[in-house]
């Protein structure tokens, strides 16, 4: 079975400082792992994708996510956040497995950043 | 350019009436999918089409529900006799390429789904 974890439902962060959303996933071998963005009113916006090599990722508005094996985690990050980047945050896992087409996306986390 | 659309954005059924949902993906897209998002939950698979050729319905919860892909780029997605326990967002998203390539892993373009509501 396959799915991803996103333990926190609300994360607050004052504007100028690093934000984290955590996310961790269960797949059976090496896993697909992506961040999407969900603004009110708008389609989920793809933020970047880990398939192999570095384990840390760059992806588009300063996001990136670190891949940690060992925890089975995907964390998103950024240096410094903005009001702007305040909505919705799913985390979701594809496994490598030919065949599984479908991404398994956790519940969400909606990120709020203070003025 | 044109991303992906979807129609109509909000739809209000009565149980038992036949809804369908239409998606155009972007244009060339092979793959297209739908998923289902309940409120205060993650999107959740229905079904995945590559050109008109749907691979997999694994995620389709009932057999009122069905989906086509005629010919390869629009999509409908129908649901038969609605219940109130399909209140959710229908999302369509499309993608480049042939999601089974392991090493292209094109990502998924979400349009701003449809809003169904069973009275």
């Known amino acids: 079975a396959q799915s991803v974890a996103q333990p926190e439902d609300q994360v607050n962060v004052a504007e100028g400082n690093p934000l984290t959303v955590k996310c961790t996933y269960s797949?059976?071998?090496?896993?697909?792992l992506f961040w999407y963005v969900q603004y009110p009113n708008r389609g989920l916006q793809f933020l970047l994708k880990?398939?192999?090599?570095?384990?840390l990722v760059k992806g588009s508005y300063g996001f990136e996510a670190e891949f940690n094996k060992s925890q089975t985690s995907f964390h998103l990050k950024k240096p410094s956040a903005l009001v702007s980047d305040s909505a919705l945050y799913f985390c979701a896992v594809r496994p490598l497995q030919t065949g599984a087409n479908n991404l398994f996306f956790g519940t969400g986390t909606r990120l709020t950043v203070i003025p | 350019g044109a991303g992906v659309s979807q129609s109509p954005r909000y739809k209000v059924a009565k149980r038992g009436q036949d809804v369908a949902l239409r998606c155009d993906p972007i244009?060339?897209?092979?793959?297209l999918f739908w998923y289902q998002q309940a409120l205060g939950q993650g999107p959740e698979f229905l079904t995945y089409f590559q050109n008109e050729a749907q691979l997999d319905k694994s995620g389709l919860p009932s057999d009122r529900f069905f989906a086509e892909r005629p010919e390869g780029s629009v999509s409908t997605l129908k649901i038969q006799r609605t219940q109130q326990e399909d209140s959710a967002v229908y999302l369509c998203?499309?993608?480049?390429?042939?999601?089974?390539?392991?090493?292209?892993?094109?990502?998924?373009?979400f349009g701003p789904g449809t809003r169904l509501t069973v009275t």
């Open positions: 244009s060339g897209h092979v793959s």
């Open positions: 880990y398939i192999t090599g570095d384990n």
């Open positions: 998203a499309s993608s480049l390429a042939n999601f089974d390539s392991l090493w292209s892993m094109p990502p998924q373009y």
């Open positions: 797949v059976s071998g090496n896993p697909y």
